[in-house]
T-cell receptor, first 109, second 115 residues
Framework: QKEVEQNSGPLSVPEGAIASLNCTYS??????FFWYRQYSGKSPELIMF????GDKEDGRFTAQLNKASQYVSLLIRDSQPSDSATYLC?????????FGKGTRLSVIA | GAVVSQHPSRVICKSGTSVKIECRSL??????MFWYRQFPKKSLMLMAT?????????EQGVEKDKFLINHASLTLSTLTVTSAHPEDSSFYIC???????????FGSGTRLTVV
């Protein structure tokens, strides 16, 4: 059973702070790692993907992958109230994406 | 690129009737599409994998005779909820991937309410 674990939160951070979202996965054969953002009542939207160990930066977002520890994280710098949403970690190998249950982030103005 | 269109966005139907939801990949061909269901404040649950030209693969616990999936072309998959009941009320979302391991693009979702 392939599993993706996330802390459900809520994670509350003040506006302007760094939000750190974490995810662990069980399948060592996983090759691709994704972060989706889902606003309430909306479908998920892809914000970052990472394939290789290390960091990948895109604007205010940084994805970090450590395959040895089976750990992937998402950092959001200069958090804004509009970043308040549920963030879903997703992992795939040769099978459909497996999603974590999501971490609810609340950015307090 | 990688746009997935889903409709209707919202539907209300009477108990016992059937509802069809369409999912289209607008700018790419998708041999595989996925159907998810999400109850309020719950995680996405994969219902089935829709394969163009062949039968869908259903996840454990999903009734294939109740949730009919047709993937007749490389750009269209449909999910029909047959004999809908109030407990089928949920947010149904389709997704597709342009390339394997690229990440999935989601449709905008369909809010189904069965009364």
């Amino acid at each position: 059973q392939k599993e993706v674990e996330q802390n459900s939160g809520p994670l509350s951070v003040p506006e302007g702070a760094i939000a750190s979202l974490n995810c662990t996965y069980s399948d060592r054969g996983s090759q691709s790692f994704f972060w989706y953002r889902q606003y309430s009542g909306k479908s998920p939207e892809l914000i970052m993907f990472i394939y290789s160990n290390g960091d990948k930066e895109d604007g205010r977002f940084t994805a970090q992958l450590n395959k040895a520890s089976q750990y992937v994280s998402l950092l959001i710098r200069d958090s804004q109230p509009s970043d308040s949403a549920t963030y879903l970690c997703a992992v795939s190998g040769n099978t459909p994406l497996v999603f974590g249950k999501g971490t609810r982030l609340s950015v307090i103005a | 690129g990688a746009v997935v269109s889903q409709h209707p966005s919202r539907v209300i139907c009477k108990s016992g009737t059937s509802v069809k939801i369409e999912c289209r990949s607008l700018d790419f061909q998708a041999t595989t599409m996925f159907w998810y269901r999400q109850f309020p404040k719950k995680s996405l649950m994969l219902m089935a994998t829709s394969n163009e030209g062949s039968k869908a693969t259903y996840e454990q616990g999903v009734e294939k005779d109740k949730f009919l999936i047709n993937h007749a072309s490389l750009t269209l998959s449909t999910l029909t909820v047959t004999s809908a009941h109030p407990e089928d009320s949920s947010f149904y979302i389709c997704s597709a991937s342009r390339e394997s391991n690229y990440g999935y693009t989601f449709g905008s979702g369909t809010r189904l309410t069965v009364v």
